[in-house]
């Protein structure tokens, strides 16, 4: 599948198979014994689970130590803590999410200078270069994804109807390229559609964003959120305040997909791949330690998911049998 958008810096994107490690690759990394840290925005969700799950299987192959995993609940202050304990521990690399732009850029660019490889994922702080700061990037087709967010939405919507994007108000590189793709899908394709964003700060304000929107537009046809974990309080809170309206959002969390398969308000999902995302991070983190080039951006492309496939969407992005209540959903 092709890849619809273009890295932080508009590189085009390089597909995973380009780092794939050859056996002689996994025999060095196991000679050398490398040790990396993960630094994520959060752990308290079903992607940054399988994400930890691909990366440690892939680096336990090449008997590369994983030293530490941090959650910095969204927070910049607790990942430039993170950063900056790390960069005096020194493990060869160090795996990081970056949770803004501006805020945590130092505290990335002095891992280089501490001698430290850094390896990021989904998003590139302001003023990082491919090359010099950071090793590479791995992410999803973020575009791609706000593209089929749009796509799968507009079926719902009667003519010169009203959408509402949930957008999240922190600069944040992923987030905004599925907004960005979200709005111009559906000002090429569907004209007729009026659009409304309303910002929430944190996914666990998002109920009170979604609430706030329909009470300005009671006539709101449709809402597309920028992430599961955010989608499902949307719709928590707009089930609680009576309001029945269709919603896409990115990310097969398993409560996204339960209310899915169930006909519930989620009619559709952009599905990353975080299994394979992990095992890719995993995978440019051994070249780079290794001193072999890698493209500065790999991603990997989006899936379309709908009722009609979601139990066979779950097993290939979760790599497990989906759970009773996706594959024999109760109806609401």
Known sequence: ???????????????????????????????????????????????????????????????TVVVDVVDCGFQN????????????????????????NTAVADAHRHLARAGVR????????????????????????????GQIGA???????SESGKVGILAYGVDFFAANERELAFVKWMQKNRRDVALET????????????????????????????????????????????????????????RDAATNLARGGMVKGIGAQQPYLQGIAIAQATILSLLGRNTPNWIALPGLTVTQANVVESFQTVWR?????????????
């Not at 796509?151 to 919507?157: A, C, F, I, K, T």
């Not at 497990?320 to 609401?332: F, L, N, R, Y």
Request: hydrophobic share 50%; aromatic share 4%.
């Open 77 to 100: 202050e607790n990942q430039i803590a993170a950063l900056e304990r790390l960069a005096h521990q020194k493990p060869d690399a160090i795996i990081s999410i970056p949770v803004g």
């Open 151 to 157: 796509e799968l939405l507009s079926p719902y919507v």
């Open 198 to 253: 309303l910002r929430f700060d944190s996914f666990q304000n998002a109920g009170i964003a979604a609430r706030r929107m329909v009470e300005q537009s009671p006539d709101l046809a449709g809402l597309f959120v920028v992430w599961d974990q955010p989608a499902m309080a949307a719709v928590a809170a707009l089930e609680a305040a009576g309001v029945d309206i269709p919603v896409t959002t990115v990310d097969l969390g």
């Open 320 to 332: 497990a049998p989906a759970p009773k209540e996706i594959v024999t959903p109760s109806m609401p």
């Open 118 to 145: 850094l390896i990021l994922l989904d998003n590139v702080p302001t003023g990082l270069l491919p090359g010099t700061d950071y090793a590479a990037l791995v992410s999803a087709d973020n575009f791609g994804l």
């Open 1 to 63: 599948m092709a890849i619809s958008g273009l890295g932080p810096h508009g590189e085009r994107a390089a597909p995973p198979d380009r780092i794939a490690l050859t056996r002689e690759d996994i025999a060095e990394a196991r000679e050398a014994k490398f040790k990396v840290a993960v630094v994520l925005h959060t752990l308290a969700s079903d992607w940054s689970r399988q994400q930890i799950a691909g990366i440690a299987g892939t680096l336990g192959d090449c008997s």
